[in-house]
């Protein structure tokens, strides 16, 4: 067998085959769909734009400051909710599922971050976070508290247990649509 593929090797009645089989076709036109190029990003521009989409979802205010008692047992109900909600966040009824460490930040980025942590609560349909703020010079002791009572989305705040990090943190439950029950 000859493995020379040249037109000048095949017999004359293999080509009159071949041109008998495909008579009556027509070339047809490429369809391949050319998709655009994207556009890369750097992770810093990634991180700046959730930033400040986290930061258009919600906005702490600094000016306003609650009927709170941040010196002593953090305690908060949302006005027309269960009361008994703070009991259960005392007792340790709710374990959260998120927790969020912002010992080494200052209030303008606990801002955002709380925002985020709300954000992700009800985008993955959590009833009960942490939130650990420390104790150290008592800023975000005081304004951790001060800005949560303002979000519409928290049901309760409470000091946290003990095992959950006590004075220096609070348990929050976050208002999820009525299809999904708190989970315990």
């Known amino acids: 067998m000859n493995t020379d593929k040249s037109n000048?090797?095949?017999?004359?009645?293999?080509?009159?085959?071949?041109?008998?089989?495909?008579?009556?076709?027509s070339q047809f036109k490429q369809d391949t769909v050319q998709q655009p190029r994207r556009q890369t990003r750097f992770k810093g521009e990634v991180i700046a734009e959730q930033k400040?989409?986290?930061?258009?979802?919600?906005?702490?205010?600094?000016?306003y400051v609650p009927d709170i008692d941040t010196h002593?047992?953090?305690?908060?109900v949302r006005p027309g909710a269960d009361k008994y909600l703070a009991k259960q966040l005392r007792r340790g009824d709710y374990a959260p599922e998120l927790i969020l460490d912002m010992?080494?930040?200052?209030?303008?980025?606990?801002?955002?971050?709380?925002?985020?942590?709300?954000?992700?609560?009800?985008?993955?349909?959590?009833?009960?976070?942490?939130?650990?703020?420390?104790?150290g010079e008592r800023v975000l002791k005081?304004?951790?508290?001060?800005?949560?009572?303002?979000?519409p989305d928290i049901?309760?705040?409470?000091?946290?247990?003990?095992?959950?990090?006590?004075?220096g943190a609070?348990?929050?439950?976050?208002?999820l649509p009525q299809s999904m029950e708190f989970r315990r």
């Open 142 to 151: 005081h304004k951790v508290p001060q800005y949560l009572v303002q979000h």
């Open 8 to 25: 000048s090797q095949l017999p004359a009645d293999d080509f009159a085959l071949f041109r008998e089989a495909v008579s009556g076709t």
């Open 52 to 63: 400040k989409q986290h930061q258009a979802e919600f906005y702490f205010s600094d000016e």
């Open 155 to 167: 049901l309760a705040i409470h000091q946290a247990p003990l095992e959950y990090g006590g004075k």
């Open 103 to 135: 010992h080494g930040m200052n209030k303008e980025t606990a801002k955002d971050e709380l925002a985020a942590l709300i954000h992700a609560c009800k985008k993955q349909h959590v009833a009960c976070a942490c939130v650990v703020h420390g104790i």
């Open 72 to 76: 002593g047992t953090v305690n908060y």
């Open 170 to 175: 609070v348990l929050i439950l976050v208002d």
